[in-house]
């Protein structure tokens, strides 16, 4: 079946370093990508969005490239902030008939330290 | 893994019934649920946090006598919709915080489509 694995947590960075988040997934179909934010005590943001091969989505600085041939969505950024301490979800959308099912990865949570 | 499973996936009411989904941590205990509703091209809306044993804490503007929310043990929390209406429609989503010592794993369910009719 469709599935999400994000690279297991906590990501603990100091400010100013490069972060790379892992994601691979598998899909029976063509899936969009996805990558989602919870901030401390926030409900999920959409940060990024990619919906084709080698489509990049990126937001706030964070960038990921959706591979189809490695099928991945890593989200990375050249330089954390403090303020961007928070859990991130990569996500799939495989769109059926009426409407399609999001499939969340685990969650990753990073932390920055100033 | 953690498995997560919401029933129905989906479901087609009339207007001015309720319906019940309900959102079961299938091999973790979860002190901590969360709903959510997804309208269309949007991202996903937290409308509460269920907490077993005690009251729910709604988000502003979210109904808590429209939204039931119930998580009477670990591994249950059910969403009730109560006098559903079509602009009620939409992909509801429910996530479980597994109760660890440390960490942050939060496991989704696969959602629920709910139209009104």
């Known amino acids: 079946g469709d599935s999400v694995t994000q690279m297991e947590g906590p990501v603990t960075l100091s400010e100013e370093a490069f972060l790379t988040i892992n994601c691979t997934y598998t899909a029976t179909g063509y899936p969009s990508l996805f990558w989602y934010v919870q901030y401390p005590g926030e409900g999920l943001q959409l940060l990024l969005k990619?919906?084709?091969?080698?489509d990049k989505g990126s937001n706030k600085g964070f960038e990921a490239t959706y591979r189809k041939e490695t099928t991945s969505f890593h989200l990375e950024k050249g330089s954390v902030q403090v303020s961007d301490s928070a859990v991130y979800f990569c996500a799939l959308r495989v769109i059926y008939n009426q409407g399609g099912k999001l499939i969340f990865g685990q969650g990753t949570e990073l932390s920055v330290k100033p | 893994g953690a498995v997560v499973s919401q029933h129905p996936s989906r479901v087609i009411c009339k207007s001015g019934t309720s319906v019940k989904i309900e959102c079961r941590s299938l091999d973790f205990q979860a002190t901590t649920m969360f709903w959510y509703r997804q309208f269309p091209k949007q991202s996903l809306m937290l409308m509460a946090t269920?907490?077993?044993?005690?009251?729910?804490?709604?988000e502003q503007g979210v109904e808590k006598d429209k939204f039931l929310i119930n998580h009477a043990s670990l591994t249950l929390s059910t969403l009730t919709v109560t006098s559903a209406h079509p602009e009620d429609s939409s992909f509801y989503i429910c996530s479980a915080r597994e109760n660890r010592g440390s960490g942050n794993t939060i496991y989704f369910g696969e959602g629920s489509w709910l139209t009104v009719v």
């Open positions: 990619a919906t084709k091969a080698d």
């Open positions: 269920s907490n077993e044993g005690s009251k729910a804490t709604y």
